[in-house]
């Protein structure tokens, strides 16, 4: 999987996520969103979440999951979205590299913030796909569009898939404390998002490409070039 925050396909909570479908050309996979199928249905017991610009790593984290070979197409569709809400590796990252250039650190979704990933995570009816324990993670019945992540929609029934208002979705949010009650000026990347008011387009910090494996529990450094397939 790959996310790119400006490149006109917003990578939202109900997009790809839970379906598995092909998104984008395996050309383009590391330069626009993609999706491979293929992949998404692999048995997987590490993942590696990996900024990147242009393709050249700039910060990766390895985890290890709970529950070892389940396919991605398993953790994120719909049986698991009902209640959702799973904190699936344990831990922390077993592998943390970022680039000693690395930019836009301070408030990354996946790098600003330590812990475990929780996927699914729904809230009254908001959702966020991939967040980070070491972040804000909202209770179940609150609405307060403040847990931030990758994938995420602020007007959907997380539950089943079922979006409310598509004006809310955001392919990144920035790590920021932005409750619905008191702000109205929830940061973004790029400009893939919904036209709801409080959302604001903001930098790109890299696109995010996400690898799994049943074995490999480490991922080349920074600087490395990506492909499609990685040998470690």
Excluded at 7 to 12: E, L, Q, R, S, V
Excluded at 48 to 76: M, P, T, Y
Excluded at 90 to 101: H, V
Excluded at 164 to 173: K, L
Aim: aromatic fraction near 10%; glycine fraction near 10%; proline fraction near 5%.
């Amino acid at each position: 999987m790959n996310i790119n925050p400006a490149d006109g396909h917003i990578f939202g909570y109900t997009v790809g996520w839970a379906t598995g479908n092909d998104i984008g050309k395996s050309e383009e996979a590391l330069t626009k969103d993609y999706l491979s199928a293929n992949v998404w249905v692999l048995p997987a017991s590490y993942i590696a979440i990996v900024r990147h610009q242009q393709g050249v790593v700039d910060a990766v984290k390895v985890f290890k999951f709970k529950v070892l070979g389940e396919s991605l197409s398993i953790r994120f569709g719909l049986p698991r979205m009902n209640p959702g809400r799973q904190i699936v590796t344990f831990g922390g990252p077993i592998q943390e590299s970022i680039a000693s250039d690395a930019e836009n650190l301070e408030d990354d979704p996946i790098f600003s913030v330590g812990g475990d990933l929780a996927f699914n995570w729904a809230y009254s009816n908001n959702g966020c796909r991939i967040a980070l324990t070491g972040g804000h993670l909202s209770e179940a019945d609150v609405n307060d569009d403040n847990t931030h992540g990758l994938g995420n929609h602020f007007a959907i029934n997380p539950l089943t898939n079922t979006i409310v208002d598509n004006q809310w979705t955001h392919d990144i949010s920035n790590i920021q404390d932005c409750p619905l009650q008191t702000c109205t000026n929830v940061r973004v990347q790029g400009t893939d998002h919904g036209s709801g008011p409080h959302l604001k387009s903001g930098p790109v910090y890299g696109n995010y490409a996400i690898y799994v494996s049943r074995t490999a529990d480490k991922f080349p450094e920074p600087g490395f070039k990506l492909g499609l397939e990685i040998e470690v």
